[in-house]
């Protein structure tokens, strides 16, 4: 009910200083700066920027996103996790792309979404999902990737009406979407519809070229699969740990292993790049304090074909950066963006932020940050740089809500 409330008038929200004092700290935010302290004004020299770290050995390759379930960094030893779980990404991170400073910008399925695919920021009092007058004004990968040739499709086991979510993805550019209806009954045997192994198997299916000339023929593609199995009641056709809940991440792991595998015998392969992203924290660890950094720190993982070498990437970052690091990586303009900063770019500020009801966090590599909102209280301050962040990530939550006032047409 409070959340409802506070939903009616988006401009009043999080009045933390003066308008043209949060402008000014939002430009040290999201606008890289060149040696002596200038903005970057030209395209040139942005696209110069963002070339500095190619990670694909080809300009359009296809593009798959894998948003995992409710995965956390602590399921991987790669980044510090615990062993015997997520087997299969911990194998794949020593061929690939690892980000191993990455943190989900929420809590909740919905809000990350939006961040990953529209490189957006998650808000603490609201689901922008919700909003479609909101979602149609602000930009999208699907819709970048659409306008360069990409043909756009979602594959989702469960219900793709759940929180607004197929009027999203349908404005945000999507052309085709595949639900829980487009299984079989019998297929849809789990809580939340159809098993991961059995949309993987879908998307695979759908993936294999059906007449030797069509690969010759196609459009790059841009594919993204959403898993569900690793959530509540985790109750899967698997049993590898006696935990149920980490057996659940070790199934999905599992079946993302399983589908890589047999991706790799196909020709597209070569010309494909896989994101693994989780849309959030979730489940495990059990019981961690919404207020702790730690309860934001998950993979971004990149494999495939396309990857020119293994690299593991330390700088700060979060899911709403996904935007527009890949974007710049495929030479694809991204400032309409404005939120979404190159994670890759030399220039850019290194940062990551998330939100949850009445609080905030702004992480860098010399000050990690939490605010409770509602208490008008710092709930950690750690770091070599104490209290750096704090203006930053007030001024970064107030400029978010102006333009949510701005654009959603109220």
């Known amino acids: 009910m409070e959340s409802l409330a506070k939903q009616k008038d988006f401009s009043k929200q999080y009045r933390f200083m003066e308008a043209a004092e949060a402008t000014g700290f939002l430009k040290t935010c999201l606008n890289p700066q060149l040696p002596g302290g200038q903005t970057e004004e030209t395209d040139s020299v942005r696209q110069s920027a963002d070339s500095l770290h190619t990670l694909f050995n080809t300009q359009r390759p296809d593009v798959l996103f894998v948003i995992l379930e409710s995965f956390s960094s602590r399921l991987m030893t790669a980044l510090g996790g615990e062993p015997n779980i997520a087997i299969h990404l911990d194998s794949l991170s020593k061929e690939g792309v690892l980000f191993t400073n990455f943190y989900a910008n929420s809590f909740r399925t919905d809000r990350g979404l939006v961040a990953i695919l529209s490189g957006y920021p998650a808000q603490p009092t609201t689901s922008i999902m919700k909003y479609p007058r909101k979602t149609q004004s602000i930009p999208a990968i699907a819709g970048s990737l659409r306008k360069a040739g990409y043909g756009t499709k979602y594959y989702y086991g469960g219900d793709a009406d759940f929180t607004n979510m197929r009027s999203y993805l349908m404005s945000s550019g999507f052309e085709d979407i595949v639900s829980d209806q487009d299984f079989p009954v019998t297929e849809r045997l789990s809580k939340w519809g159809a098993h991961d192994h059995l949309v993987f198997n879908r998307l695979l299916e759908d993936l294999k070229p059906k007449l030797p000339k069509e690969l ?152 990690q940050v939490t605010f409770n909102c509602q208490a008008g209280a710092v709930v950690v301050d750690e770091g070599t740089a104490k209290g750096k962040n704090l203006p930053l990530g007030k001024a970064y939550l107030q400029k978010l809500y102006d333009d949510i006032a701005k654009d959603k047409g109220r």
């Open 216 to 367: 010759q023929k196609r459009n790059s593609l841009f594919r993204v699969l959403q898993t569900s199995s690793s959530h509540e009641p985790f109750e899967v056709p698997f049993r590898r740990l006696e935990n149920d809940r980490l057996n659940a991440f070790a199934y999905t792991d599992s079946c993302a292993g399983d589908f890589v595998r047999q991706f790799r015998e196909l020709p597209q392969w070569k010309n494909t790049v896989i994101v693994f992203v989780p849309d959030h924290l979730g489940a495990y660890p059990e019981h961690i304090d919404n207020l702790s950094v730690e309860r934001y720190r998950i993979p971004l993982l990149m494999v495939g074909g396309a990857i020119r070498e293994p690299r593991r990437i330390d700088v700060y970052g979060s899911q709403h950066d996904i935007a527009a690091t890949l974007l710049a990586q495929l030479a694809l303009p991204h400032e309409e963006f404005v939120f979404s900063k190159d994670m890759l770019n030399p220039a850019s500020p290194h940062f990551a932020f998330f939100t949850v009801p009445d609080a905030f966090g702004m992480v860098t590599a010399d000050n």
